[in-house]
T-cell receptor, first 115, second 114 residues
Framework: GAGVSQSPRYKVAKRGQDVALRCDPISGHVSLFWYQQALGQGPEFLTYFQNEAQLDKSGLPSDRFFAERPEGSVSTLKIQRTQQEDSAVYLC?????????????FGPGTRLTVT | AQSVSQHNHHVILSEAASLELGCNYSYGGTVNLFWYVQYPGQHLQLLLKYFSGDPLVKGIKGFEAEFIKSKFSFNLRKPSVQWSDTAEYFCAVNSNFGNEKLTFGTGTRLTIIP
C-alpha cells in the first residue's frame, strides 16, 4: 500500500518568503508528526497531531512555524518569512496512534533550502 | 527531558565483520526504544523496537539490540555485515508519559567495504 508522501520533495526559497510543506499520511493513521532534520543531525520533533487536534507544538522553533491538519488526514507545515537557519529536511511521520510502542512511518521528507 | 547519545559518528567495516553501534539514553522513567535505518536515497524505516519483555530484541535483516536498563543502553548488533547494510542508523526513544514523539540521536553513518 501507499506510504507517507510529502510534497514538494525539494524547495528553494529566498529569505523572507513563505513556504508550505504538505504531508499525506497513511490512510487511517491517527497520529501525525513533523520533525526537522538539520544536516548531520538526527530528526528533531516539531509538532504532533492526533486526528485534527494539535496536541503538542512544543518543538516549533518560533511563531513563524505553523502546522495544521484540518480534517484529520493531510497536514501542512507553513513557515513564514523564512530564514537561512530554517534550511533543513522536514520529515513527516504517521502511526496508528494510541500506543507509544507503535511504529512511526516516515515520508521521504522535503529538503528546504533558504538562500 | 530525554536525550539520546550515539557516540560513533562514522563506522567503516569490511564485509563479514561484526557490528556494534552504541546508543545511550537519558531519562528517569520507563522508555520505549527504537532503531531506525536510512539507506541511501530512501526514507527512515524501523529496524527494531523494545517496549517490554525480553531485553534482547531481534529485527529485520539479522539485526538485534539489547536493552540494558542499568546502563541506559540499547546497542545495535549484527554478527556479519553485508555491503547492503551501508546506511545511516538512528537510535530513538519515547517515554510512557506524554505523547509518542520520538527523541533521536545524531545518527551513525555505517560504510561497508566490499
Amino acid at each position: 500500500g501507499a506510504g507517507v508522501s510529502q510534497s514538494p520533495r525539494y524547495k528553494v526559497a529566498k529569505r523572507g518568503q513563505d513556504v508550505a510543506l504538505r504531508c499525506d499520511p497513511i490512510s487511517g493513521h491517527v497520529s501525525l508528526f513533523w520533525y526537522q532534520q538539520a544536516l548531520g543531525q538526527g530528526p528533531e520533533f516539531l509538532t504532533y497531531f492526533q486526528n485534527e487536534a494539535q496536541l503538542d507544538k512544543s518543538g516549533l522553533p518560533s511563531d513563524r512555524f505553523f502546522a495544521e491538519r484540518p480534517e484529520g488526514s493531510v497536514s501542512t507545515l507553513k513557515i513564514q518569512r523564512t530564514q537561512q537557519e530554517d534550511s533543513a529536511v522536514y520529515l513527516c511521520a504517521s502511526s496508528f496512534g494510541g500506543a507509544r510502542s507503535y511504529e512511526q512511518y516516515f515520508g521521504p521528507g522535503t529538503r528546504l533550502t533558504v538562500t | 527531558a530525554q536525550s539520546v547519545s550515539q557516540h560513533n559518528h562514522h563506522v567503516i567495516l569490511s564485509e563479514a565483520a561484526s557490528l556494534e553501534l552504541g546508543c545511550n539514553y537519558s531519562y528517569g522513567g520507563t522508555v520505549n526504544l527504537f532503531w531506525y535505518v536510512q539507506y541511501p536515497g530512501q526514507h527512515l524505516q524501523l529496524l527494531l523496537k523494545y517496549f517490554s519483555g525480553d531485553p534482547l530484541v531481534k529485527g529485520i535483516k539479522g539485526f538485534e539490540a539489547e536493552f540494558i536498563k542499568s546502563k541506559f543502553s540499547f546497542n545495535l548488533r549484527k554478527p556479519s555485515v553485508q555491503w547492503s547494510d551501508t546506511a545511516e542508523y538512528f537510535c530513538a526513544v519515547n517515554s510512557n508519559f506524554g505523547n509518542e514523539k520520538l527523541t533521536f540521536g545524531t545518527g551513525t553513518r555505517l560504510t561497508i567495504i566490499p
